[in-house]
């Protein structure tokens, strides 16, 4: 797994691009949400809040996360 991401309820649903996302002022969900990446070449995210689902497709946001997870021990 790799990186721990927020997101609103409306984007939990389906998939997701930028172009849809909400404002960064709307309200943060209730639960705790979890991202990872899911292949990182492709910019593949997977974002889970409760039993909901997203995937979000961001190849700057995944190789960032990449380059993080590298670093750990």
């Given at each position: 797994m790799v990186?721990?991401?927020s997101a609103t309820p409306q984007v939990l649903s389906g998939s997701a691009d930028a172009s849809t996302l909400p404002p960064m002022?709307?309200?943060?969900?209730?639960?705790t949400v979890t991202a990872y990446v899911r292949d990182h070449r492709t910019g593949e995210i997977a974002v889970m809040v409760g039993e909901h689902q997203v995937i979000h497709h961001d190849r700057a946001l995944a190789g960032r996360?990449?380059?993080?997870?590298?670093?750990a021990k």
């Amino acid at each position: 797994m790799v990186g721990v991401a927020s997101a609103t309820p409306q984007v939990l649903s389906g998939s997701a691009d930028a172009s849809t996302l909400p404002p960064m002022d709307s309200a943060a969900p209730s639960r705790t949400v979890t991202a990872y990446v899911r292949d990182h070449r492709t910019g593949e995210i997977a974002v889970m809040v409760g039993e909901h689902q997203v995937i979000h497709h961001d190849r700057a946001l995944a190789g960032r996360l990449a380059r993080i997870a590298a670093t750990a021990k």
